[in-house]
């Protein structure tokens, strides 16, 4: 006859506590899995502006990214962008170039999309447009959320890539062409993908689609 | 095989350099001292040790903090002689100070670099010369950025006729900086290594004791022709400058 043993109570309690960590474990790894979860998507149907011209609408993975431009400060620059914009040049954009908690950078229309990525030459491409000429601002601070034309080491050399700061950089004030500022979904550009070793990232994030709100 | 490589080279990169001060000048391991500044200029400090140039063959070391906020003054207090205006025509924007500055093995006091718009600061300099040096530099900075205005055959032809300047600032022994007590056309014995460097001690003894140098002129010909071009080029860079 066997005889029924009970558990004891720590025997309960260790049980209850292995269950518990298998929960919590399966549970952590489909909630990391996805970045986006704690990120509040901005709807700008439901966002009031005063003044809708200068308002564009990127959206990236995790969501809607509200950029007022600023066409006082670089009038040239943003006429650029919004055409750029306007003609879905930007559409499948990557963001190639992360700096962690710096900035991130996207905008090579040549050898940047997401469709036709070419890591040899990803950072050199033209939009065909032309060069511009720095429009640079005293004025302007590149606070956290700034947007601005990305140049090479010479001024007039802007195009069409662009960064957005992820934190506040003064020294860029007077060294880049300001573009705007980010009003709503810095969540959103914090989940970009960045990468482990270089500022240069392997299977890159990238924008779904860009437009103006008008 | 090709797109293998490349994804591996991606990935092994060495640490990320690329912070903002490096992308705009491209020194690492700079932080922001002081960029509030009347004339704009920006202050940077050496928060490790550097080692630039297309051969690594610039180095300078971290600076010690006392050391840096006691030399500081001096730099602040010289640089203030220029206006924003007149930084900006002359490519002057960042000021790097670290200690012990090399190139290709030979200490120097200042290294300036006018497309990127820096000038690098040795603030271990020999105290005795450090303001001037600051002020030798920066003329360094002037010529490059107009150097129609400070042409060297044209200074060369002020000298005597027998007089010949080194092959380069570098190879020749003319190095001290103290000042000659008859002057013969050169303020130094560094000033008859190379033209630009004869210009450089002209301008800096202008800057920190125009005066004596005038004074010193009264009774040298040449150097008075040296000391009007000095001022005449430097009225076409910037015509509201003044010594």
Known sequence: MIKQVKASLSEKVLLIFLILLILITFGSYFLLKDKCLFVKNIDPNKIYFTNTDNIAIMNVECGNVIIELDPITSPNSVQRFKTLIKNGSYDGSTFYRVIKNTLIQAGDIEYGNINDLNYTKIGTGKSGLGLLKSELSDEFQFKKGSVAFARKDDFDTEDSQFFITLKDIPIYQGEYTPLGKVIYGMDALEKIKSGNKSAYVLRPDYINYFKLLD | MRILLILISLTFITAVKADEIYNLIKIPNLDIYKIETKNKIRYLNTNNDFRIGLEKNITCSRT?????????????????????GFLKKNNIKYLVMCENLFISNINTGGIPDTKKRTLIIDINFNPKYFERMIHHEIFHMIQKSNPKFFDEQKWSLLNKKDFEYAKCST??????????????????EYSKSIPSEDMAEVFSFLMIDKALVEDKSNDDMILKNKINFIKSSLSKVDASFKF
Do not use: A, H, M, Q
């Open chain 2, 171 to 188: 190879c020749s022994d003319r190095l001290n900086l103290d000042l000659y007590k008859k002057t013969e056309g050169f303020l130094t």
């Open chain 2, 64 to 84: 010690n903090s006392t050391n840096l906020n006691k030399k500081f003054l001096l730099i602040e207090k010289n640089l203030n002689n220029y206006s924003s």
